[in-house]
């Protein structure tokens, strides 16, 4: 089917603005469909599944930057640590602490968000808000993760159809990422990144302060 490049000149006219970043997300899209984008100035590219990132990234331009964003592994890091631009979904203090462990063996620091749950759904990974501080606190106080780049928060809104839902969600998302930037001052200078909003409501993201959205059905088209 390819992509939708109508779209994608709607979505980067979306980000000037606010300078935020596109994801786009080509889980289970083939590598045509990537160069599509990539052959119109594309550079970020989300992949939820360890394996099938694995395969694309030796395939691809070297200057792909990848992201996954899908629920990690802890014995699954070690796969993509050599190469990840940045793993999004940081849910839990022990997978936090394998990336640690495979950054050390490799002498690569990497570039991490903290998933924040916030959605109404059970379904949905991620740390509660006590956790999140848990986490930031072990890095910016206890200087823990040396082989981590903590770069801010990343969240999921319910899928709902409610935009008061989703509008206090979002602010739920930024309330903790301003909280953890104010604590630590200068030493969150470099964390920078919410990471927030998908097709269906990265309009309502952007407004909420979002400054990165994944978006892959509306670029893409619908999975199979």
């Known amino acids: 089917m390819g992509v939708n490049k109508e779209v994608f000149g709607t979505l980067t006219a ?93 002498n690569r620091k990497i570039n ?35 082989f981590v780049a903590l770069c801010g928060i990343m969240g999921m809104a319910s899928f709902s159809e409610d935009k008061e839902l989703l509008k206090k969600e979002f602010s739920d998302l930024k309330k903790i990422y301003d909280e953890i930037r104010s604590l630590y001052g200068s030493d969150a200078s470099a964390f920078n990144t919410l990471s927030m909003g998908m097709s269906g409501d990265y309009p309502i993201a952007l407004e909420s302060g979002s400054n990165m959205v994944r978006v892959g059905s509306l670029l893409f088209g619908a999975r199979g």
């Not at 924040?116 to 606190?137: I, M, N, S, Y």
């Open 112 to 146: 991490c968000l903290l998933q924040v749950h916030v959605a109404r759904e059970e379904t949905k990974f991620g740390l509660d808000l006590a956790e999140a501080r848990q986490a930031a606190a072990m890095y910016f106080l206890e200087k823990k993760y040396p």
């Open 14 to 106: 979306a980000m000037k603005p606010s300078g935020a970043t596109l994801i786009a997300v080509s889980k289970t899209k083939p590598s045509e469909d990537i160069m599509e984008l990539y052959a119109l100035g594309q550079r970020d590219f989300g992949e939820n599944y360890v394996q099938e990132l694995v395969k694309k990234q030796a395939e691809l331009p070297a200057d792909i930057r990848w992201h996954f964003i899908g629920h990690l592994q802890t014995n699954k890091v070690k796969m993509i640590a050599p190469f990840v631009h940045m793993i999004h979904g940081v849910d839990s203090i022990r997978l936090l602490e394998a990336i640690d462990k495979e950054g050390k063996k490799i």
